[in-house]
């Protein structure tokens, strides 16, 4: 049974950091673009960052540029998300996604992604 399961998510205070993992089981990471989102309380799910299949292309959305990075580690079958400096509004559930793709890009738009974990979620509070 294919299966994304997201970890890492948890309180932290304004200018915090936290690493977030997307483990996969049932298939293998390695020909999948992974794509991290989130959704806020009454807001659309947004793209959060993405990452392509050889690790070769990223994307991030404007806000999280120079504060999140994504990357991963195949022999792990993972990827992660380390995000610095949160605020108060990265607060949110972060999904990460999958695609089978042979592109060697990524994009960080949810209707491209076929296959979601559950969230993790992340609050950013003092």
């Known amino acids: 049974q294919l299966q994304l399961v997201e970890s890492g998510g948890g309180l932290v205070q304004p200018g915090g950091s936290l690493r977030l993992s997307c483990a996969a089981s049932?298939?293998?990471?390695?020909?999948?673009?992974i794509g991290w989102f989130r959704q806020a309380p009454g807001k659309e799910r947004e793209g959060v960052s993405c990452?392509?299949?050889?690790?070769?292309?990223?994307n991030y959305a404007d806000s999280m540029k120079g504060r999140f990075t994504i990357s991963r580690d195949n022999a792990k079958n993972t990827v992660y998300l380390q995000m610095n400096s949160l605020k108060p509004e990265d607060t949110a559930v972060y999904y990460c996604?999958?695609?089978?793709?042979?592109?060697?890009?990524?994009?960080?738009?949810?209707?491209?992604?076929?296959?979601w974990g559950q969230g993790t979620q992340v609050t950013v509070s003092s």
């Open positions: 996604a999958a695609v089978f793709t042979l592109s060697s890009g990524c994009l960080i738009r949810p209707p491209f992604y076929n296959h």
């Open positions: 049932g298939f293998s990471l390695v020909h999948a673009t």
């Open positions: 990452i392509s299949s050889n690790g070769g292309s990223t």
